[in-house]
């Protein structure tokens, strides 16, 4: 698989979400979405280079532009799953320094390491030294009381001067001690100004920020201080959502319609079944395609009820357009 670099300054891109954006989600999203960066699940360094790297890095040529996102804090095991990855062709790699989850802090990555900013530039120069595709940084803009301007500046000026070029950042900070994940996500507030303001501070960065973004308005503020904008769950509870983005962003291009999309998942389904996937395994991500449309409900029931049976195939999909309103 090669790498396409030249599509990686996407100015949108999808976000890293665990048991969500597998290469089967990413392919559908790419099918809706030509040029938004599509983030894998983050995968821990010990399961590539300990486990089945061709299972976990392996993805559909058609995600280009992609990006693996590692978890870990032992530079020389960043080092090797990178060298690992590298040859699979992704088109950045990312370390996580956002993930808030104990599980996540038990390995001792993720939000916890923005109070070790030194390690974080390690392992960075460990990993750009076994690759030539770009090792990225996704944090938060703080940790616990840890929750400032200059605390953020001490983060990224280390890692600046290893050579990163490019953070996303979430701007939340983490409440490592009291809040799960899931509120972590939207408890601490929003603060987008800080992350402004990162950009303004270090200007040679390609800053991307990420947390909060559901409509065209909110994204185009953000374009007009920032390199790009990361969706999160908007992309993935609403996936049209990204072709509408595509369209505002690139007035040249039009959205095929949400049915044209599941048409052509078909080909697609009936392949990855035919090597073993499950229907479910697929349709789960595409639940939401027709959200806030005719038919919605319809076409989420009836793959519900179907797509998890024995022997189930793209037909279900089919069935369920068929079950929809013609209006959808």
């Known amino acids: 698989m090669r790498a396409h670099a030249d599509k990686a300054a996407a100015r949108v891109a ?61 530079p020389d095991w960043m080092a090797k799953a990178t060298s690992i990855a590298s040859s699979f062709g992704y088109d950045e790699i990312n370390i996580n320094v956002g993930c808030p989850s104990d599980r996540v802090q ?40 840890q929750d400032s301007e200059e605390f953020l500046r001490a983060f990224v000026e280390p890692l600046i001067n290893a050579g990163c070029r490019k953070f996303i950042v979430h701007a939340r900070i983490a409440i490592l001690e009291g809040l799960s994940p899931k509120e972590n996500r939207t408890i601490p507030p929003l603060n987008y100004e800080r992350v402004y303001a990162l950009k303004r501070d270090f200007s040679e960065l390609e800053v991307v920020i990420n947390g909060g973004f559901t409509d065209l308005t909110g994204i185009d503020e953000a374009l007009r201080n920032v390199d790009g904008v990361m969706i999160g769950r908007q992309a993935y509870h609403q996936p049209y959502f990204l072709a509408e983005l595509e369209a505002h962003l690139n007035g040249e291009w039009s959205p095929a319609p949400r049915a044209a999309v599941v048409e052509r998942m078909l080909p697609y389904i009936d392949r990855e079944i035919a090597n073993g996937a499950s229907l479910n395994s697929i349709s789960r991500h595409m639940l939401g395609l027709f959200a806030g449309q005719p038919g919605a409900r319809a076409w989420r029931r009836y793959i519900s009820e179907h797509a998890h049976r024995p022997g189930a195939g793209s037909e279900v999909l089919v069935n369920a357009l068929n079950a929809m309103p013609h209006a959808a």
């Open 106 to 145: 038990s390995g001792q990555f993720g939000a916890c390491l923005m109070a070790n900013p030194e390690l974080v530039a390690t392992c960075f120069k460990a990993m750009q030294a076994e690759t030539d595709i770009p090792v990225t940084v996704k944090s938060r803009i703080g940790i616990d009381e």
């Open 14 to 74: 999808v976000a890293p979400m665990m048991d969500w954006t597998d290469r089967h989600c990413r392919y559908f999203m790419r099918l809706i979405s030509p040029s938004a960066l599509l983030y894998t699940e983050m995968v821990t360094a010990a399961a590539i280079v300990h486990g089945d790297a061709e299972r976990f890095l392996r993805y559909n040529d058609e995600e280009h532009p992609v990006a693996l996102q590692l978890g870990g804090s032992d």
